[in-house]
């Protein structure tokens, strides 16, 4: 049995402690946060790799995920439906997930209010001191997210990068929507592209995790490019004139920001987006980063979801990804006798991955990156890019494959992207 400390309690370190622990380890999880996660984060696309994952954790098959929608519609600015396409997708939040997770992992092993301060690891194993206590582990498993002090403490170099672009998020209550709109967005995962934009929306449960009509939410996400400096500094400075680098808290973002944003979108969405932002109580933002560490192993540690590598949002794989990473940690640990040799194997399998998710949603997000006043138009025509997010985004790979491989031309991201074409050729 080998003795486990994962660090980070949220999605990817919970995957990791539950099949870890359903494979006869001694698992013990250290989250920094002092009150229950569940509140956090939004609206969840999910793979079919997911739900094996959450089956392989313990979460019983029949638990309901979330929302399925049939398929997907584009919207014009003026709320036509331009293109439709048959897509049946399974949509969940980040509290769904959250809450089924630690259902499955029992409460004595996880430890709220528990920042990790330091790691000492030697080749007979590893020492985690919190401000009350040292734990002793043959293995780490680092999951402390994109911030990671763990993957900075070995790799400083691999810092997040900022894309040039932010998401803001929300999500609306199904009763507060006209039935305009309730007809013609809420059942559908729905995208509006304006020029260098994009904004993408579908159902949620709603609270208590309702999944009955006239309950549920419509959770939403707009990219929009915004220069880093002083504009993205204002953007992230609260009302008492707090700047807020690391991430600005939901309830801190301005009011003028939002009263800015919503009458932005008056201009440029198709009106059910904008309505849908309306109603929406709480708009926050995230600025996207892209994230790629060297490595995801060193000295009895792995280094696991976001901490390892942040893909940008568009493949809505972040946690699946960490699923995914966790699903191949368990695997290694269970064919490998040296934890030396499974974290090997471990690496050997998901950085190639990871790489590969950081290529392509950089390839689909690039034309919203901020380019200054005088940037050169889209690669692709309007249509083109409109095709290419509908078919593209978010989609589950192993149901649907890789649809349509537009090349923006002269983009330059091929140099950087080539697996983009082998492993996402067209079916
Ligand atoms: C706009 C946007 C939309 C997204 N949409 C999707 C989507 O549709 N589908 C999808 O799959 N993903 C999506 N993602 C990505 C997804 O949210 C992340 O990939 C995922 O949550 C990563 O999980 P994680 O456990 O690796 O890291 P995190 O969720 O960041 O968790 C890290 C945890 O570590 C804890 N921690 C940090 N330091 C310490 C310490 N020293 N000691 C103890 N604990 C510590 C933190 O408190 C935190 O709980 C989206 C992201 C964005 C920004």
New binding site residues.
Partial sequence: MTRIVV???????LFAANMLLRDGHDVQV????SGS?SGR?????THDA?VRALRRSGVPSEATLGVEVPGRVMLAGDGRTLDRLDMPQVLTS?SRLYDMLRSAFPPERYHLG????AVRCTGEGCEVQ?SSQTWQADLVVA???????QRQRLYPQAQPHYAGYV?W?GVAEESGLSSFTRQTLFPYFGFCVPPREQIIGYPVAGADHDTAPGRRAYNF?WYRPVPMGPVLDDLMTDDEGVHHPQGIPPHKVSPRHVAAMRQDARRLLAPQFAEVLEVTSQPFF?P?FDLESPQMQADRMAL????AF?AR?HL???????AEDAVALADALREHARIDEALAAYEALRRPAGQSALARARWLGHYMEHAGEEAPADALNPADRRHQVLHET?IDLERYGHRSAFVPPGAGLLATAPPLITLWSPR
């Fill in positions: 660090v980070g309690g949220s999605l990817g370190g250290l989250e920094k946060a996660l984060g939004a609206g969840i696309v997911l980040w528990c920042a990790v301060q919190t999951a402390d997210g994109i911030r990671s002090a998401a998020r996400v995230q996207i696991l979801g976001d901490a942040v949002p809505g794989l972040g946690v699946t990804k960490a978010a």
